[in-house]
């Protein structure tokens, strides 16, 4: 059993920065792929980056290439999303998400699921 705490959301100036944490319990988490998603009222969960469980591979959205990082600190059993030059777009609850497997894309191929966190960036 792995439990997710995301933290470091809050309200940002468009082209602000923002560091999500991940916390994660449980002795295994550096054989977890991780993933950060992010979701908006009345729209699907959609996958923002995603880290293997060595870190060695890692996959971003289109919309956030350049401009977000995803990391990873087995030892300290948290996962980081850096985030720069953000845009209004970027507002949603930000999860972070845990998978005892290869890295993928897939929201539903996720076992385990944070609470979220809010981001908001004003224009």
């Known amino acids: 059993q792995v439990q997710l705490v995301e933290s470091g959301g809050g309200l940002v100036q468009a082209g602000g920065s923002l560091r999500l944490s991940c916390a994660a319990s449980?002795?295994?988490?550096?054989?977890?792929?991780m993933g950060w998603f992010r979701q908006t009222p009345g729209k699907d969960r959609e996958v923002v980056a995603a880290?293997?469980?060595?870190?060695?591979?890692?996959y971003y959205a289109d919309s956030v290439k350049g401009r977000f990082a995803i990391s990873r600190d087995n030892a300290k059993y948290t996962v980081y999303l850096q985030m720069n030059s953000l845009k209004p777009e970027d507002t949603a609850v930000y999860y972070c998400?845990?998978?005892?497997?290869?890295?993928?894309?897939?929201?539903?191929?996720?076992?385990?699921w944070g609470r979220g966190t809010q981001v908001t960036v004003s224009s």
């Open positions: 449980g002795r295994t988490f550096s054989r977890y792929a």
């Open positions: 998400a845990a998978r005892n497997d290869d890295l993928v894309l897939t929201s539903t191929q996720y076992n385990y």
């Open positions: 880290t293997s469980w060595s870190g060695r591979t890692t």
